[in-house]
């Protein structure tokens, strides 16, 4: 029985750590940025899915479209306002623009995550689920809501799997991975690709925020663990490699599951940690990353 | 006597690819040793491999008779190898007098204070070179040639027993070169080896007492600069076999506007001349070679076309300027550049490679282009569903070909294609050239080096040679006018 | 010249500095002492990343390191102050190369992930052996540097001003120029016959050591040390903004980044906390537009032309 609970749910955490990272890895694999407020993202949209639908109580879909809104606008304000100046910045030299985008966007998370603490307090907040009820999984009692996080998390991760490998504008965006300079000659504007890219991103942040703030609950203290886990999840698959970040996060899930279940909840993410730092060492492109 | 550089055997693969091929030489003490070879030859990974800098497969290399292959860098260079190189990126809050005392400091973890003979040492090495009236500068203030003096200073100050010397010439004016020669003949009235790495002999032939020349990792010739110079194998790697042109007819509508005019373009790398007052001009489907050595500025004139790098002076496409757009929209607006590096994408196959080039058409028209192309390339047509970065290098730059192609551009601007290919891939290459040629009102721009390769085709030819153009005129008049000088 | 120049701020500002406590109350003194305390942790990271251009993302690591091995020793064993902080600042320094001799093989973001890593885990560790640690809630210290407010403002200022001197100094020195030069392009340093690993690895036993010794004397002035106070995330972010913002490669420009960090975060406690929200804003404008920093651009217009 508990096997059955501890499959269940850590599925469910996994399918939702996977849909956080891969926007994570998406953003690092075609631009090279490491967004450090991410995890503020993901809050910053579940604070305000939970403040739409909580306070004017309006169905939560609307709730969780104003959550997906507010995240994509995060999203194109981190690109176009602080990586953006900061990549095209003459008086940074090469080298250093990696700890300076860094730096940035770190501080704008942290600037997200206290706007989201003065105006709505840093109290948990559950976002009113999209469905109710409770559903048995051989046994296992299962809210509905728990089922819908890890459906719509693998699809969301499906649609982009397809929107990535089956149409044209999705192979751009594989291209401008591969060789951005390849795509330049071939008459592409990379300005445009980054914009789409970081729309994707917010749309997939925001999304894995709703559904987080649904399914656990979120406060603004979140932020910082949030991109912690997508971070460890993204490097152990391999940076860049998004087949890899999705085996990495049923990874992590699992070993976070496992461990809260049987050994201490206080010190689930301590193995996950230690694999990390075993995987950089031995092999520091990660699970699936290439050299 | 043993030589003061005794390297033997050298190997170095990078994953399949075998980039030096048993190279072995010997340098004595006074003596100065030219390595040459085109791009890709492998020439600086034999450089690499001597400096510890690449860690060679098999080979030794030895210093004064003893081995040093495989050794760290750091302990090489304690060993008496000083190396220049070519891109040094000083520092930024440092006076030259002080980048040529971090020269003088040994690797000692405890020196926290120089003594005043470390000062007056670097000083008079400052003055050796010709940097005493700035030595108190900072780098950013100092022009290219100054900071290239500086690297000199760097390696007079290690008094290594063998100075390796990448692309001594690179970026300065004859004027400069004239002093830089100076500076490194003198390394060899001291006794030292010096080995000079370039891409042609003529660039260092008045230095050097030999010459060695690779090409595609692997030994060609060695002996005097004219020796090498004359060289059946070396005269083909550079020129190809004979020359033959076949120009055709002035076209029609000469003297109306060009497709392409360029005029009075220059370019910087940093400090550095890239470009230097360059004009060409390309007619409605006229063939145009720009032939050059590697390093004389062919592909720095094609990305400021293609505007991936700043320039000064003006560039016209259809009597209207390029100032401005971005390289997508010139590619978009008919000026298609199948780069040097071919800037495949490796991890694609060919077909999708293929179809990114023809995404800006509707579907049913990029489709009648891809078999136009897979007729031209029947190669491609088989490894369809193959990815790019597994086909051989000929396949690879027949691809980079038909995926600019497929853009269905005015203007082809083809960098280098022969970069690197056997001589049977290179055939097939132009014949399929000549079929462009024949069958469609295309426009080429052809950068290359290999003359026979570039002047078949051209139905008109400039000559670049340290960032200069210095010759312009038909096929038929290079072999007499320029031919002789161009190696 | 530039040594001078630099001479010419730093003596009078110092003055101004140890002349403070008879015109200001007691309450701003305390803040002043923290910012000092920080002032020194953003001092060892410029020293890392400045000179030997490796990005450490867990300072706090080292100063946890520090701050508990010395809060452990006092709390349990009564170890006298002197020798609990000359213990901090080894095993900071121990613990540190153990953490850098596998790390600093590995280039670009990894070294600054291990690092971080290293905090998670460290922060981990302590809540979870909170029986001994005190956890969460934190470990009394029986000894405390000085219940006088002045008092620890000049041992403060005094750790500052010697720890400065020394990291400045070793900055400008022969080995300095080293580590710049192979923190700027470790193949050309290597070529030039310097063994670019030992003398990286110096500098991180460096940096390791001044921020454990200033972790270990930060928690005898607090009196108790808590994960919240010297290991938290937070904190080693504070550090790398202090750092970025005083200019980095300036070793000074940490110091006064810590200075107006803890300055304006004070200024702005009417804001409630919007302050930290305004104090990240002001910041992440300095990054943008003046990326060298206050001491950027104080040094780039002393450079000669």
């Known amino acids: 029985m508990l096997a059955l609970q501890i499959l269940i749910d850590g599925f469910a955490i996994s399918s939702l750590y996977a849909l956080g990272a891969i926007g994570f890895t998406l953003i690092f694999g075609v631009s090279g940025v490491l967004n450090l407020s991410h995890g503020a993202i993901m809050v910053v949209a579940a604070v305000i899915a939970w403040w739409v639908s909580g306070t004017y109580g309006v169905s939560p879909y609307l709730g969780a479209l104003a959550g997906l809104a507010a995240s994509l606008a995060c999203s194109f304000f981190t690109y176009g306002v602080i990586v953006r100046p900061l990549q095209k910045s003459p008086s940074i030299p090469h080298e250093e623009k990696e700890i300076f985008v860094l730096t940035a966007t770190l501080l704008w998370g942290i600037m997200l995550q206290e706007a989201v603490a003065y105006l709505f307090t840093n109290n948990p907040k559950t976002v009113r689920p999209l469905v109710e009820g409770v559903v048995r999984i051989m046994g296992v009692r299962t809210p509905w809501n728990e089922v819908l996080t890890a459906a719509v998390s693998l699809g969301a991760i499906a649609l982009l799997y397809l929107l990535v490998n089956r149409t044209r504008t999705g192979k751009t965006l594989l291209a401008a991975a591969m060789n951005p300079r390849g795509l330049t000659l071939l008459g592409f504007e990379l300005s445009s690709i980054y914009i789409l890219v970081w729309a994707i991103y917010g749309l997939l942040a925001g999304g894995a925020g709703v559904l987080l703030g649904a399914f656990l609950g979120v406060s603004s203290d979140n932020a910082g663990t949030l991109t912690a886990s997508a971070f460890a999840i993204v490097v152990l698959g391999g940076l860049g490699s998004v087949s890899g970040s999705l085996i990495a996060a049923y990874v992590v899930g699992y070993l976070e599951t496992l461990t809260a279940y049987l050994v201490n909840p206080s010190i689930r993410t301590v193995p996950a940690l230690l694999l990390l730092i075993i995987v950089v060492y031995v092999r520091p492109q990660g699970l699936l990353g290439r050299r | 006597m043993t030589a003061l550089l005794d390297v033997k055997g050298l190997t170095k693969r990078f994953g399949g690819l075998v980039a030096v091929k048993d190279i072995g030489f010997k340098i004595e003490a006074g003596e100065i040793l030219g390595l040459i070879g085109p791009n890709g030859s492998g020439k600086s990974t034999v450089m690499k491999c001597i400096m510890g800098i690449e860690k060679p497969n098999a080979g030794s290399v030895k210093l004064d008779g003893i081995d040093v292959a495989g050794w760290p860098t750091h302990r090489i260079a304690r060993a008496g190898v000083g190396i220049v190189f070519q891109h040094a990126r000083p520092l930024q809050r440092q006076t030259i007098l002080e980048h040529i005392k971090l020269a003088l400091l040994p690797d000692n973890l405890l020196m926290l204070a120089t003594d005043h003979g470390v000062t007056r040492r670097a000083e008079e090495i400052a003055a050796r070179v010709g940097l005493s009236q700035v030595m108190h500068r900072l780098p950013r203030t100092l022009p290219f040639a100054d900071l290239r003096r500086l690297e000199l200073a760097k390696a007079i100050a290690r008094n290594p027993k063998v100075v390796l010397v990448d692309e001594p010439f690179a970026g300065l004016t004859s004027g400069e070169v004239a002093d830089f020669s100076a500076l490194i003949g003198s390394f060899r009235a001291e006794g030292h080896a010096v080995l000079l790495v370039d891409h042609n002999v003529k660039s260092v032939a008045a230095l050097v007492d030999r010459v060695l020349a690779m090409y595609l990792g692997e030994y060609v010739a060695e002996g005097s600069a004219e020796e090498v110079m004359r060289n059946e194998t070396v005269r083909r790697v550079y020129l190809g076999g004979k020359i033959e042109t076949a120009a055709r007819p002035e076209r029609e509508g000469k003297d109306r506007t060009p497709l392409l005019d360029v005029r009075g373009l220059g370019v910087l790398y940093g400090k550095a001349t890239a470009l230097d007052d360059v004009s060409i001009h390309v007619g409605e489907g006229e063939f145009v070679s720009v032939v050059g050595l590697n390093g004389a500025g062919k592909t720095t004139l094609f990305n400021a076309i293609s505007a991936l790098v700043p320039y000064s002076g003006t560039i016209n496409w259809r009597g209207e300027t390029l100032a401005g757009r971005t390289p997508g929209s010139i590619a978009r607006g008919g000026i298609v550049q199948c780069p040097e590096s071919r800037e495949l994408f490796g991890d694609m196959s060919v077909r999708e490679n293929l179809d990114l080039g023809g995404q800006h058409f509707p579907v049913a028209e990029a489709a009648k282009q891809l078999d136009w192309l897979f007729g031209l390339f029947p190669i491609l047509k088989a490894r369809q569903g193959q990815a790019a970065r597994t086909l051989s290098g000929g396949e690879q730059q027949m691809l980079a070909i038909a995926r600019a192609l497929m853009m269905r551009p005015k203007l082809l601007i083809l960098d280098e294609p022969t970069l690197g290919l056997a001589p049977v891939i290179l055939e097939q290459l132009s014949k399929a050239l000549e079929v462009l040629r024949q069958t469609t009102d295309i426009t080429v721009l052809l950068g290359e080096q290999n003359v026979t390769f570039a002047l078949p085709h051209a139905d008109r030819v400039y000559v670049i040679e340290h960032s200069r153009i210095i010759w312009e005129g038909d096929p038929a008049r290079f072999a007499e006018e320029a031919g002789a000088g161009y190696l | ?305």
Not at chain 3, 158 to 181: C, D, E
Not at chain 3, 232 to 251: H, K, P, Q, S, Y
């Open chain 3, 1 to 305: 010249m530039l040594r001078s120049r630099t001479f010419q701020v730093v003596v009078p500002a110092l003055l101004v500095l140890i002349l403070l406590p008879l015109g200001v109350n007691g309450y701003i003194l305390g803040l002043l002492t923290l910012a000092y305390y920080y002032a020194v942790f953003a001092m060892s990271w410029d020293l890392l990343f400045g000179f030997a251009g490796e990005v450490n993302f867990g300072p706090s690591f080292l100063i946890g390191i520090g701050a508990y091995t010395a809060a452990l020793l006092n709390h349990y064993w009564s170890w006298p102050i002197p020798p609990c902080l000359v213990a901090g600042a080894f095993a900071a320094v121990v613990a540190g190369a153990v953490l850098a001799i596998p790390a600093l093989r590995l280039t670009g973001p990894y070294f600054g992930l291990i690092t971080l890593v290293a905090v998670l885990l460290l922060q981990n560790v302590l809540v979870l052996f909170a029986g001994i640690t005190g956890g969460e809630i934190g470990l009394d210290l029986p000894d405390v540097l000085s219940i006088d407010a002045s008092t620890n403002y000049y041992y403060a200022l005094a750790f500052m001003t010697v720890s400065g001197a020394i990291l400045y100094g070793l900055a400008q020195s022969p080995v300095g120029l080293i580590l710049q030069a192979s923190g700027q392009d470790a193949i050309e340093a290597a070529a030039l016959g310097f063994n670019v690993a030992k003398h990286k690895l110096a500098a991180f036993c460096m940096s390791a050591f001044f921020s454990g010794l200033a972790g270990a004397m930060l928690i005898f002035y607090l009196g108790t040390a808590s994960v919240g106070t010297v290991v938290d995330i937070g904190v080693g972010v504070n550090v790398i903004i202090a750092a970025v913002l005083g200019g980095r490669r300036t070793i000074l420009g940490a110091a006064v980044g810590s200075i107006f960090l803890i300055g304006a975060g004070e200024i702005l406690r009417p804001l409630g906390q919007l302050s930290t929200f305004v104090v990240s804003a002001i910041a992440l404008v300095v990054i943008l537009f003046f990326p060298g920093g206050f001491m950027g651009r104080l040094l780039q217009s002393g450079g000669r032309e």
